[in-house]
């Protein structure tokens, strides 16, 4: 029998413990890249070298914009599921360092083009019903909703994104859960049993489901507490819950987690961004201290709400700016994103 020495065992060992390392990082890689295929729609394996060289971001008048918007498309049983409840403005600027996230209310009074005047989450459903294509904008859906965006805020996005609940809940749990700060009006905390959440005050530590159930409750049932601005209260809420994403996606980085968090958007988000884009998104992203990014809600731009309540001629409640409808000077004025 061939005997060995020791220094050629350990030698070999080595090199074997070497391929295995190397075969599950390819396995990993290869798995991350599947799944930003996915969300980008690019199903070009001989594009993946080209994915890891940084490309330059889209800008307009130095900004780059992306719309987020989310759905429930999900959710089983869930009525008005492609409604898009969540809709929000991330604004980037890479000369001064500067984030604004701006939360779009949901029962927003526009006029759709081609629709007429409706709530601003239904624009989404046109498009998809309708196969919207025009020059400029996103193909679907979320083309008719950017082109409602542009023209009632006058804010032109660069690229679009489409998440899910799934998505949501599954990117929480993905960077291990996030912290936010409850800061309820009342001193007991938030409650809204249509969401089966019930939260105190002050930091908390929430896994997925329950940052999903906090980003959808607007305290509605029998006995709800704590949101006093109802949807406004939800969308900061969000807002609240995006900046802990982002602290705890770029915090203790390592393969497992770029996998986890691949695995969470690969089939639940759809996006009009490259894959070398993303790239590129993530490592400025990664340099903004989360505490400097700026959230605004239409309610309070500068200490003032620039929305008023509306009753539309089917007798549905709304909002529309208090200048008065189709007036959005103020709020473009304010914005300027």
Not at 28 to 48: D, E, F, K, S
Not at 99 to 125: E, H, Q
Request: charged fraction near 20%.
């Amino acid at each position: 029998m061939k005997q060995f020495s020791w220094k050629t065992i350990v030698r070999r060992s080595s090199a074997l413990l070497m391929v295995g390392v190397l075969v599950f990082a390819s396995w990993y890689g290869w798995g991350v890249y599947r799944n930003l295929a996915r969300i980008t729609g690019n199903n070009n394996p001989l594009q993946l070298v080209g994915a890891f060289t940084p490309a330059d971001l889209e800008q307009t008048n130095g900004r780059t914009t992306i719309l987020l918007a989310g759905y429930s498309k999900d959710d089983a049983g869930h009525s008005g599921a492609e409604l898009t409840d969540s809709i929000m403005v991330i604004s980037v600027n890479q000369t001064d360092k500067s984030v604004t996230v701006l939360s779009i209310p949901r029962d927003l009074y526009v006029n759709i083009d081609g629709y007429g005047y409706s709530k601003i989450n239904a624009a989404y459903v046109y498009g998809e019903q309708s196969d919207f294509s025009e020059a400029g904008y996103a193909d679907g859906g979320m083309g008719l909703l950017e082109k409602t965006v542009e023209d009632s805020l006058g804010i032109d996005s660069n690229y679009q994104a489409l998440i899910n609940y799934t998505a949501f809940k599954d990117l929480v749990n993905a960077v291990g859960g996030v912290t936010v700060d409850i800061k309820s009006s009342n001193p007991k905390g938030f409650y809204d049993p249509n969401t089966n959440l019930k939260l105190s005050n002050g930091a908390t530590r929430l896994d997925g489901q329950t940052a999903l159930n906090l980003a959808r409750a607007r305290g509605e049932g029998y006995g709800s507490y704590g949101f006093v601005q109802g949807d406004f209260t939800r969308t900061q809420n969000q807002q609240q819950i995006l900046l802990a994403l982002k602290a705890a996606a770029g915090s203790g980085l390592n393969l497992m987690k770029v996998t986890n968090i691949a695995n969470a958007v690969g089939n639940n988000v759809k996006t009009d961004l490259e894959l070398n884009e993303i790239k590129t998104l993530y490592m400025i992203m990664k340099e903004y201290d989360a505490g400097t990014i700026k959230t605004v809600t239409l309610n309070d731009v500068g200490g003032k709400n620039l929305l008023m309540s509306y009753r539309t001629s089917t007798g549905q409640s709304a909002l529309v700016p208090a200048a008065g409808i189709d007036d959005y000077s103020a709020i473009k004025a304010a914005l300027s994103l």
